[in-house]
């Protein structure tokens, strides 16, 4: 078959058989589907030869590069072995190491790790876990959730219940718990003349005054750690965490810290809470804990916590189970993952690469409608000055138009490349950013 039909008749059978994710599927009659046909590296290739630049690492889950020869023979390895074998009542080797290497990574403080398979669902287990902690140490009123504005935990209901995205939240709303916001510490909030630092310290304090007035029915905060990812990459300045940590501790109420972009060393640390040495009581780990192969997810909780459930009484114990907890193929690409980190010194390698960005992107940060260019560790953002309702689309069309995968949450635009990218890729990365700007809104306000 001729590529090109094997295209097309690919995309006609997609859209009417699969229902895709976070999508209109009515927009499919005019923008046609991208079938992929192989990649590799930081390659996306499609059936007619046409390649594209992974510079979203496939919805931030890729670390390093599709098809990567390590992560391929360790799980060609597993599934000689063992690939699944159930986690309730067994174990297995991959599963006991990357629980010992993920606890080692927290400094031993975070011991314990429950497993699921996807964020929203370690989301759900971290809510579960905190509100069952309370009530096994005789605080069962403490049933309610706090989390930042803006903030995105996920989109099963109990997820979605401390998510702040209008988008994804309104229409489900009356299905929905109720949870309470406080102001977030993204810095592009700052009153006119203050600092990151000054602003992130007032919303600590509102934080506080919450915390003060119903600390008594409140379980925990949850907080995505220094970048708010789905709400348009909102960074903030660590001393947020400090404080967030020191008021949790004050008023009996456990932090847990929604790593699950901002871990495996996305924002320069390998988690992100450690830029403000601080430890939550509850980390929730997945994305990019495989190298963004298959769907894996952790729930790393404290002696403490753990503690409270380990008792005779079965209704004491941690009531939550997935058929395919702790799976071992899955483990053992997050063990190759962690293999790659140490082997290849990723995160001062990433220190580099970032640099290298930084220098290619001055005419990017310049451009007279880009605002707010922004930076921490793997992960680069900016707003957009326009008045197009359609900028994201048309940017979006624009960007594969030169060879480039890239999705603007709204006005901002943002890189999260897979940490393999090399120079010369992030040259063709930053001009083909800028062509699409200069095709999308070239002189246009
Ligand atoms: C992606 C994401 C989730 C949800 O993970 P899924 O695997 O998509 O369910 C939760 N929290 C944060 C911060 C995320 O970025």
Redesign the pocket.
Known sequence: MATGTHNTQLLTRSAAAVWHPCTQMKLHEQLPLLPIARASGVWLYDFDGRRYLDAISSW?VNLFGHANARINAALSAQLAQLEHVMLAGFTHEPVVELSERLSALTGGKLGHAFYAS???SA?EIALKMSFHYWKNSGQPQKTSFVSLAHS???ETLG?LSVTDVALFKDTYAPLLRASAQVASPDWRLAAPGESPLAYATRCADALDAHLAQHHAKTASLIV?PLVQ??CGMAMYDPEYLRRARSACDRYGVHLIA?E??TGCGRTGSFFAHEQANITPDLLCL??GITGGYLPLSAVLATDKIYTAFYDDEPARGFLHSHSYTGNALACRAALATLDIFEEDQVLARNQVKAQYLNRAAQALARHPQVKNFRNIGMIWAFDVETSDPEFSRRFHQAALAHELLLRPIANTVYFMPPYVIEDHEIDLLIAGTLAALEQTVGGRL
């Open positions: 931030w996807d964020g929203a989301v995105y935990h996920g997820a995505e990812g789905a929604d699950i972009m997945s994305k």
